[in-house]
């Protein structure tokens, strides 16, 4: 499965903790991130974490893309729904991508543990079935 990371600032250190502790199930799938995120969670868990842009620079967009393209299987979008955002518009749009491909999101830890411990059961598998097509991440 590809599975996409973005945190906004303030969430970064809880998706890097929330990624050590499923490691072992993380390790197993293809992992992409947006920039900084992507950076810190390769650091600092030694996951194989295939970096974009930075979310302001585009990151966002090119995992966008890839929603589009069915690339992207699953996606943990840790954000920060407190603090006033100048790019709010771009977080409506990852949403809103996610759900016109089907495509499960997390955008809080709770539902990203239940991802997680789903993705670990097999509970993922049908989106093999519903694109069997081999799925990688482009360049």
Request: aromatic content about 6%; proline content about 4%; hydrophobic content about 40%.
């Amino acid at each position: 499965m590809n599975i996409a990371l973005i945190a906004h600032d303030q969430k970064k250190e809880l998706l890097i903790q929330f990624c050590i502790a499923y490691k072992g199930v993380l390790e197993k799938h293809s992992l992409c991130g947006t920039g900084t995120t992507a950076k810190l969670v390769s650091e600092a868990t030694g996951l194989s974490v295939r970096q974009f842009l930075a979310g302001a620079q585009g990151g966002d967009q090119q995992i966008g893309a890839r929603i589009a393209y069915n690339e992207i299987d699953m996606m943990l979008f840790f954000r920060d729904p407190v603090s006033p955002k100048t790019y709010e518009p771009e977080v409506t749009s990852i949403i809103r991508l996610c759900d016109v491909h089907n495509i499960p999101i997390a955008t809080n830890i709770a539902t990203a543990e239940m991802l997680v411990l789903g993705l670990a059961r097999g509970d993922m598998d049908w989106r093999d079935v519903s694109d069997p097509k081999e799925k990688e991440l482009l360049i």
